[in-house]
């Protein structure tokens, strides 16, 4: 599975990379919008993978608009959950999602 060196956002680019989880933090994913970036661990099955990039995008969409600051315990399990739920619609879903896309 490859995956790009970028990814497009809210009119903003990050650096994208597949890292040793230990490199990570051992952290599945690790994201840094204020410095452009977003990682995931090379270790993960090409399902958790695109679930773990859903989660550290949706973290990069709550850090732009100031979403959960303060609480980061709060912020990590509603992040968790939007990105379980967004992944799930995606997945159970493609026909919407080809019609999005206009790959029809």
Request: proline letters at 4%.
């Amino acid at each position: 599975m490859a995956f790009p060196d970028k990814i497009k956002l809210l009119d903003h680019e990050y650096a994208f990379s597949v890292e040793p989880y230990n490199d990570l933090d051992e952290c599945w994913g690790r994201a840094n919008p204020m410095r452009g970036w977003i990682k995931i661990a090379v270790e993960l099955g090409n399902d958790h993978k695109f679930s773990t990039l859903l989660h550290e995008v949706v973290h990069c969409i709550c850090d732009l608009n100031d979403l959960g600051k303060g609480d980061e315990n709060l912020k990590e399990h509603t992040i968790s959950i939007i990105a379980a739920g967004v992944y799930s619609f995606i997945k159970s879903n493609p026909e919407i999602i080809r019609d999005m896309l206009g790959d029809n």
